[in-house]
């Protein structure tokens, strides 16, 4: 029992540890390692790790490892590392299907000798055929009534190899005519003439997911089996294995709704679509929803973890709103994030009343209201950057309008004085290039005289101890609300503008050294953090995250 809100799981888990059906509960996140996981991996992650932690009780790891063609040690490892960066730990060693595929033969060939399997060489056309329809039965196999001998025979033959691939299968003798598809004779094993990275070449028959998933879970005393809705019509076959078999256990199955969230894709085949056509710059680009790439984007693991429990768990299908998840990264940011200044337009201002060589350290808060994270020691010097959209000529622009420099006013600069903007410098173009301002003496910490009244406040970076780094700016990367829910190609609903790389800008000192995926509020500006891959002390590079404040329509 937790504090957590109770659901349909947590239900049915109080319910086996009130009538004693389990003592100790033990689930398991199953993926296949055939590509990077994403934001729906993410909640299915949290939820089984979230209920082991609530029950006291294990979560396993186990890579789901029975199509070796599509999977590779790339993604294992990228998948453990992205669940120890959400903040779980899997309980024991990293489970492979794969490591059961001697006792998957032994349950086949138990199956046989009961007479509950049989080696089919219809093709894949004809079993096709012989399937049948939603509204209409099936037919039996003509290869379906073999005695057990022959079967036996045949089996041992496809798993030395003597058949190619797609000669004959193994499937399960169940009902033809019956209205769940799935319990129409499945087929059980298939040749697949390909090594595999756990195995290698020792198998060249390998177990369907339906045959391996259930046993698995038995094996490893699973207690509840949790996956996603499209499962559902898989569970009576799921218990008919158990039923048959001489298994450890009987796991129990359940469904939940996957997570769909809009103005992206979770599928590992769209996502890895988007990878080899070069739209992005690999799995952990910053725009991608993969855990990879949401870390890459600065979002905090906290923040992504929060976001599942918001969602919550449940069992109607529906596309959740990304906002929630901005709400849940500015959540934790705002509470956490070190303040800093960076400026991403830079105007020059020089003040003519201070000595070209002028040095003075002023102190800002590392948080506004978190007095234990310390302050920060900036230089203040004769010439600074501040946003060009921080300046204005205009003097009719009203205070209200615009809290900023504007022509013959005056601005606080943030933690340091308030200044008065003099003279503009332009170029042949009439581009300002330059602002010569001044400082009002005193006004470090204190208010200035009473007849100055300074609009705003803005942020500023010395120009000759600040750091230049380049910043990426991220949007959305489909400018479509549901871009494969369609009938049209998922990649036409890209947005062409989801990247902005800003090369000119300039962050106080001290950030450069910091490590990598280190995060910050950029005052007035979001939430950044230092790319994990591409900055160095010498370079720079940081990723927006998050705004402060949501810009999109809705
Ligand atoms: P995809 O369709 O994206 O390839 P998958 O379901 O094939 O995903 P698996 O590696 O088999 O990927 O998934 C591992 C676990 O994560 C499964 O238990 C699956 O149910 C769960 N999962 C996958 N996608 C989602 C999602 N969108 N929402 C919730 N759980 C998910
Ligand atoms: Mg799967
Ligand atoms: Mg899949």
Redesign the pocket.
């Known amino acids: 029992m937790s504090d957590k809100p109770a659901n349909f799981l947590t239900n049915a888990i109080d319910a086996d540890l009130a009538n004693g059906k389990h003592t100790h509960i033990v689930t398991r ?7 990077y ?5 993410a ?3 949290c ?1 089984n790790f979230g209920l082991a932690q609530q029950y006291n009780g294990e979560c396993n790891l186990r890579f ?1 490892d029975t199509n070796p063609e599509k999977e590779s040690q790339e993604y294992i490892d990228s998948i453990q590392a992205d669940i120890k960066w959400l903040g779980f730990q899997w309980a024991g060693e990293v489970r492979y299907s794969s490591s059961y595929f001697d006792t998957l033969y032994e349950y086949a060939l138990h199956l046989i000798r009961n007479g509950d399997a049989y080696v089919c060489e219809l093709t894949a056309e004809q079993a096709r055929e012989y399937r049948g329809t939603l509204t209409e039965p099936g037919k039996n196999s003509p290869f379906r009534d073999r005695s057990v001998e022959e079967n036996l025979e045949l089996f041992e033959q496809m798993r030395r190899g003597d058949f190619d691939e797609g000669r004959c299968s193994l499937r399960a003798k169940i009902d033809m005519a019956s209205p769940n598809m799935n319990l129409r004779d499945p087929v059980l094993y298939r040749i697949r003439k390909v090594v595999h990275h756990q195995t290698g070449d020792k198998w060249c028959i390998y177990p369907s997911y339906d045959f391996t998933h259930g046993q698995s879970d038995a094996l490893e005393g699973i207690t509840h089996s ?3 809705l499209e ?1 559902e019509d898989h569970r009576p076959l799921y218990e008919w294995f158990l039923d048959k078999l001489p298994v450890p256990c009987k796991p129990r199955q359940y469904e ?5 969230v809009n103005y992206t894709v ?4 769209k ?1 890895k679509r988007l990878v080899d056509e070069n739209v992005v710059s690999g799995w952990n680009d910053p725009r991608m929803p993969t855990i990879s790439g949401m870390r890459r984007r600065g979002i905090p693991a906290a923040a992504l973890r929060n976001f599942c429990d918001m969602v919550g768990t449940n069992r109607s299908d529906g596309v959740v709103d990304l906002g929630m998840l901005d709400f849940a990264i500015r959540e934790e940011l705002n509470e956490n994030a070190p303040r800093a200044m960076c400026v991403l337009n830079p105007l020059k201002v020089v003040f003519t009343n201070i000595a070209e060589d002028h040095l003075e350290m002023v102190t800002a808060p590392v948080h506004p209201n978190k007095e234990e994270m310390g302050n920060r020691s900036l230089p203040f010097t004769r010439e600074i950057y501040i946003d060009r959209e921080d300046f204005s000529e205009d003097t009719s622009l009203s205070r209200k309008k615009f809290k900023r420099l504007v022509m013959g006013d005056y601005v606080r600069l943030r933690s340091a004085y308030v200044i008065k903007a003099e003279e503009v410098i332009k170029d042949d173009q009439g581009e300002i290039i330059e602002l010569r301002a001044s400082v009002v003496e005193g006004t470090v910490g204190a208010n200035p005289p009473e007849d100055i009244r300074p609009r705003g406040v803005i942020h500023w970076v010395s120009a000759s101890k600040g750091v230049k780094a380049t910043v990426r700016v991220y949007d959305r990367l489909f400018n479509h609300e549901t871009p494969d829910r369609g009938s049209d190609d998922f990649m036409q609903h890209l947005n062409p503008h989801s990247l902005e790389i800003l090369e000119n800008c300039w962050v106080e000192p001290g950030l450069e050294v910091l490590p990598p995926e280190s995060c910050f509020q950029f005052e007035r500006e979001g939430y950044f953090c230092i790319d994990q891959h591409d900055s160095s002390p010498e370079h720079l590079v940081l990723n927006k995250t998050i705004g402060l404040k949501d810009v999109w329509e809705r």
């Open positions: 996140f199953p993926p296949e390692p055939n590509g996981l994403h934001i729906g991996h909640k299915s992650i939820l789901d949790i996956c996603t499962f939940f709704a996957r997570l769909n979770t599928s590992k085949r996502l």
